[in-house]
């Protein structure tokens, strides 16, 4: 059932068992260039094709976001990390065998295909795996990968539920998908490997002795 408030559409779905038609038209709407607000294994996220220059700038509009700030992207497998990112480090195997999926952001070379409003100009990329269901398959079925920036405005509260989403972001976004309260309260943990020294930019939900023996 979706739920219309009058501000954007509220449609329920179970992270454990979601239902996979309901799932292939969200990606359809994705392809098309929609900003869709998700559940991930973190907290709420806003879906977009960051191949999709109007798709970006929009997002960036309804997060009233900085453009200078670089987006997170979410990939469905490893094997898409050579898709955006060069230069890998000997580490990246060792590091994602280990903690993907799941809530760990990996900061790589970005490949000169990624558009700049993606990497806001720095040359790097923040990847991620995640380990929800609904976001894997909205990867697959969208036919790209998604950006997966926190979906609330720029500088207040992450979003835990999908009201939270819609009492900041009401119609700004094309659909909320509704999982129920984030598991996780906190954003994903944000690593560097772009330089010969890991480095944690950003303590999220795996702490800095989880990553311990990868900073050395």
């Not at 996979?20 to 900003?35: E, F, P, S, T």
Request: hydrophobic residues 40%; proline residues 7%; glycine residues 6%.
């Amino acid at each position: 059932m979706v739920v219309s408030s009058g501000k954007s559409r509220i449609i329920p779905v179970d992270p454990s068992h979601p239902d996979w038609l309901v799932l292939r038209r969200v990606g359809a709407a994705i392809r098309r260039g929609k900003v869709v607000a998700i559940p991930t294994d973190t907290v709420y996220g806003l879906a977009a094709d960051p191949f999709n220059e109007i798709a970006v700038r929009q997002l960036f509009s309804i997060k009233k976001r900085p453009a200078l700030n670089p987006i997170l992207v979410l990939i469905e497998s490893c094997k898409q990390v050579e898709l955006l990112a060069k230069n890998l480090p000997r580490s990246l195997d060792r590091i994602a065998a280990r903690f993907w999926p799941g809530p760990l952001t990996i900061i790589l070379s970005a490949k000169d295909t990624v558009p700049c409003s993606v990497s806001a100009g720095t040359g790097t990329i923040a990847l991620r795996v995640p380990s929800s269901k609904v976001v894997r398959y909205l990867i697959r079925s969208s036919g790209c990968p998604l950006t997966g920036t926190s979906a609330n405005l720029s500088g207040k509260r992450v979003s835990e539920t999908a009201d939270e989403v819609h009492r900041q972001l009401g119609k700004r976004v094309h659909c909320i998908l509704d999982g129920g309260r984030a598991k996780n309260r906190q954003p994903s943990t944000i690593l560097d490997l772009t330089s010969r020294q890991p480095s944690i930019v950003r303590e999220g939900v795996l702490s800095r002795a989880a990553l311990e023996e990868y900073l050395c």
